[in-house]
């Protein structure tokens, strides 16, 4: 087992607090080739490993540590908001326990999976299979460069790792 950081942006942090989000989808780079296929590749993540979730963050002059979907306006400091790639292992509030972590093409992602993905949608219960898809791809193409959308955004169907996790507790010593 080893432990592991994991980025996400507010909106999928919220969904994983509010028990949405059981998985999350990261390009395989580099992208296989013909010659040499996806299963070559070393997986990123195993399971068993634990990930804390890297988030928007701040240390308070009190020396507690905030998120950035917290009240900006509760916290009566002059300090900054940190972006999330600079957070430190100490301050992560959320751990996730990988359980599964497989290979596969972008757009081979089921209704269920795009449910498990933390997608919201205004009126879920209405939704058909293609609405549920769009609502993905929408939230999908908004976390890839748009100058790599050629190569990795949903209608490029690029390969990804699919990682399945669960919530757990902070492990000891940590």
Sequence with gaps: MAIKPILFNTEMVRAILDGRKSCTRRVVKPQPTARYGAQCIKPPYQSGDILYVRETWKRALNGYYYYEDWQRDDIADITKWKPSIHMPKEAARIWLKV???????????????????????????????????????????????????????LDANPWVWVIEFEMCEKPEGV
Excluded: M
Aim: proline share 2%.
């Design 99 to 153: 359980t599964n972590v497989r290979v596969e093409r972008l757009q081979d992602i089921t209704s269920e999976q795009i449910y498990r993905e933390g997608v919201e949608v205004e009126y879920p219960h209405v939704l058909n299979g293609e609405e549920k898809r769009y609502a993905f791809s929408t939230l999908w193409d908004s976390t890839i460069k748009k100058a790599d959308l050629d190569r990795y955004g």
